[in-house]
């Protein structure tokens, strides 16, 4: 199930990269993340799973969001028999990093153990596959790729100013222009996966069991039932109610603590 190796292998990263958000956001303290998540390796590896997931949950708690601390979260908790809450941070993980293949794998997993049928793609195939063409690239390489594109096309379009009049100059033009159409495809590529990231419309279940209701209030009807580790999507709040779609496409109102954002 889970992937200790890789998980060691990529340690450094994680610790550079937490490091990184944690010194933006409070100018130091850098160690202090660098030695929960050493520790919190060291107890997933022992095999004190329920220790692991706390101090992962300290670094998330320092305002941190990275792939890799909420895929080794999202292990501890598989490895406890928590399921919703694994799905919720495999889910989490694969926000921030839809290329995450070790994550996607585990979260298909962890979906076989859940109670509640997950409900085969209904959207249009276009729709599918432009989401799965979204998410070929993480969003840091397709920023990357823009930032490029558009400082080529600014550069050949110096070249085109200044070769005015020569005859090469409508081929460095018609290249300028096309690198500016490729620079904003990306831009828009960009933009759509941190509109993705961003996204707060969907939870999932963590409670064993939860009741669908009609209306925001415990004296509605009874719609439903779902159950833990069930991925719904959200429409509405109100108060300490959710309005949501469950799997099979009927809407009704869940309360608020039995549901983990993604």
């Known amino acids: 199930m889970t992937r200790v190796g890789r998980q060691r292998a990529a340690r450094l990263?994680?610790?550079?990269?937490?490091?990184?958000?944690?010194?933006?956001?409070?100018?130091?303290?850098?160690?202090?993340v660098e030695v929960l998540f050493s520790r919190g390796n060291d107890a997933y590896a022992r095999g004190d799973y329920?220790?692991?997931a706390d101090l992962y949950r300290k670094i998330l708690g320092a305002g941190i969001r990275n792939s890799r601390v909420y895929y080794n979260l999202g292990n501890a908790c598989f490895k406890s028999n928590?399921?919703?809450?694994?799905?919720?941070?495999?889910?989490?993980?694969?926000?921030?990093?839809p290329t995450d293949a070790d994550a996607r794998e585990n979260l298909r997993f962890a979906n076989v153990r859940i109670r509640d049928r997950v409900p085969a793609d209904a959207r249009p195939w276009v729709m599918s596959l432009l989401e799965r063409g979204r998410d070929v690239l993480r969003i840091e390489q397709?920023?990357?790729?823009?930032?490029g594109l558009y400082l080529a096309a600014m550069a050949?379009?110096?070249?085109?100013?200044?070769?005015?009049g020569r005859r090469w100059a409508a081929g460095v033009g018609i290249a300028a222009a096309l690198l500016l159409v490729l620079s904003l495809v990306a831009g828009g590529w960009g933009i759509a996966q941190a509109r993705a990231r961003e996204a707060s419309d969907e939870a999932i279940v963590l409670a064993a069991k939860v009741e669908v209701l009609s209306g925001p209030g415990s004296e509605n009807t009874l719609l439903a039932s779902v159950h833990e580790g069930t991925k719904v999507r959200i429409h509405n709040r109100r108060q300490t109610w959710v309005q949501v779609t469950i799997p099979d496409g009927r809407a009704g109102w869940i309360r608020r603590e039995a549901l983990g954002v993604i």
């Not at 809450?85 to 921030?96: F, G, Q, T, V």
């Not at 397709?142 to 930032?147: E, G, L, P």
């Open 156 to 164: 050949m379009a110096a070249v085109w100013l200044l070769a005015a």
């Open 142 to 147: 397709v920023m990357q790729i823009f930032t």
């Open 50 to 52: 329920g220790a692991a």
């Open 13 to 32: 990263a994680t610790v550079l990269l937490a490091a990184a958000w944690l010194l933006g956001a409070s100018g130091g303290g850098a160690g202090t």
């Open 82 to 97: 928590r399921i919703g809450e694994a799905i919720l941070y495999y889910e989490k993980a694969l926000k921030l990093d």
